[in-house]
């Protein structure tokens, strides 16, 4: 937010080019899951474990900074588009995310597991990741001077959201 728009821009290009492989292995993979119900079912109460876990976090102990986004220099310079990179490969959902929903698009008759179809679907996945962080980006700056106020409501909403994702695990696995 406060190194601007072409910062943001960067961070968003290395983001998407690891969503876009990230999303390729696991849908290339998810006949796995849709073949095997004892790996689906396991991976659902991981994910279960995880969304909850995560939605406590969220919703109870993080804390909202008192002052608001800190604008002070960083230390190490690293380019903002290896930013992007190591903050996209941490996101461990996202692989159980592409599966249960490229198993889900194959079952429904909307996506065939080969290459063509996969590379399209992907391709859009990258183009909808990069359009969603420069929307974010261009969000953050407009809302700069509201960071703290704004930042504990959205840790609660993320909160609440990991928690619904946890019953909707707990209604799929009974």
Known sequence: ???????????????????????????????????NSCVDFWMGIIALLVFWILGIYYFFFVKASKSG??????????????????VSS???????YWVFYG???????????????????????MTGTFALLLLYAK????????????????NKFIGVVFMLFGIYQIWKLC
């Open 1 to 35: 937010i406060h190194r601007g728009m072409k910062a943001g821009i960067w961070v968003a290009i290395g983001a998407s080019l690891v969503e876009l492989i990230q999303s390729f292995i696991a849908i290339k993979f998810a006949w796995l899951f849709v073949d």
């Open 69 to 86: 986004v800190n604008l002070e220099k960083e230390e190490k310079k690293v380019p903002d588009f290896f930013k992007g990179i190591l």
């Open 90 to 96: 941490m996101n461990v959902l996202v692989i159980p």
């Open 103 to 125: 198993s889900y698009l194959n079952t429904q008759g909307w996506l065939e597991l080969e290459n063509d179809s996969i590379i399209a679907f992907v391709i859009g996945v």
């Open 139 to 154: 969000l953050g700056q407009m809302i700069t001077n509201r960071a703290a106020q704004l930042t504990g409501y959205v």
